[in-house]
Antibody, heavy 123, light 107 residues
Framework: EVQLVESGGGLVQPGGSLRLSCAAS????????MTWVRQAPGKGLEWVSL????????YYADSVKGRFSISRDNSKTTLYLQMNSLRAEDTAVYYC????????????????WGQGTLVTVSS | ERVLTQSPATLSALPGEGATLSCRAS??????LAWYQQKPGQGPRLLIY???TRATGIPARFSGRGSGTEFTLTINSLQSEDFAVYYC?????????FGGGTKVEIK
């Protein structure tokens, strides 16, 4: 059974930093890209970042580029999101998800999601 | 950026009725579209990928159609567990984007 468990959320002041983790199990972690998606309170879903299975390729939304960094430790089957220079608008529940890949379309849908971890940026 | 516009924002229906949700892309995304269901306090669940292929374990009452810029998700005979928020998601272009969501509520 695929399981994704996020942790590391909490209250942080504007300008501060936080590192989120996503512990994965139930699948061959290093064979799959992983992604972070966030959801501000009462709002819709916003894609944040994606990393390839090897960790060699990373992609970011413009809203976080230069401030957030995605990484993974395949030996620990764990995904990370380092968030720096946090702003009030970064307040959201952050979800990690497993990414499917098909030769015909490349990176594809997100087939398994965690329960999320809440990040609140406030003074 | 490929903008996805979902309509209606809210759909009110009775259990047993059908529901059709729309997702329109600002430019062609071919069939590179997925649909997700989200219930309060939970992470999203994948329903459909490739515009029309049901994910593993998804009941046959859920069906997806479309290509290019126009897509629909149809739920036949709504069950109590289907009342939730539904999002479309395109993975044809960077940045990856989601629609704003359609809430399916009990009338």
């Amino acid at each position: 059974e695929v399981q994704l468990v996020e942790s590391g959320g909490g209250l942080v002041q504007p300008g501060g930093s936080l590192r989120l983790s996503c512990a994965a199990s139930g699948f061959t972690f290093n064979s799959h890209a992983m992604t972070w998606v966030r959801q501000a309170p009462g709002k819709g879903l916003e894609w944040v970042s994606l990393i390839s299975g090897s960790g060699g390729s990373t992609y970011y939304a413009d809203s976080v580029k230069g401030r957030f960094s995605i990484s993974r430790d395949n030996s620990k089957t764990t995904l990370y999101l380092q968030m720096n220079s946090l702003r009030a608008e970064d307040t959201a529940v952050y979800y990690c998800a497993k990414v499917n890949y098909y030769e015909s379309s490349g990176y594809s849908d997100f087939d398994f999601w965690g329960q999320g971890t809440l990040v609140t940026v406030s003074s | 950026e490929r903008v996805l516009t979902q309509s209606p924002a809210t759909l009110s229906a009775l259990p047993g009725e059908g529901a059709t949700l729309s997702c329109r892309a600002s430019q062609s995304i071919y069939s590179n579209l997925a649909w997700y269901q989200q219930k309060p306090g939970q992470g999203p669940r994948l329903l459909i990928y490739g515009a029309s292929t049901r994910a593993t374990g998804i009941p046959a009452r859920f069906s997806g159609r479309g290509s290019g810029t126009e897509f629909t998700l149809t739920i036949n005979s709504l069950q109590s567990e289907d009342f939730a928020v539904y999002y479309c998601h395109q993975y044809n272009n960077w940045p990856l984007t989601f629609g704003g969501g359609t809430k399916v509520e009990i009338k």
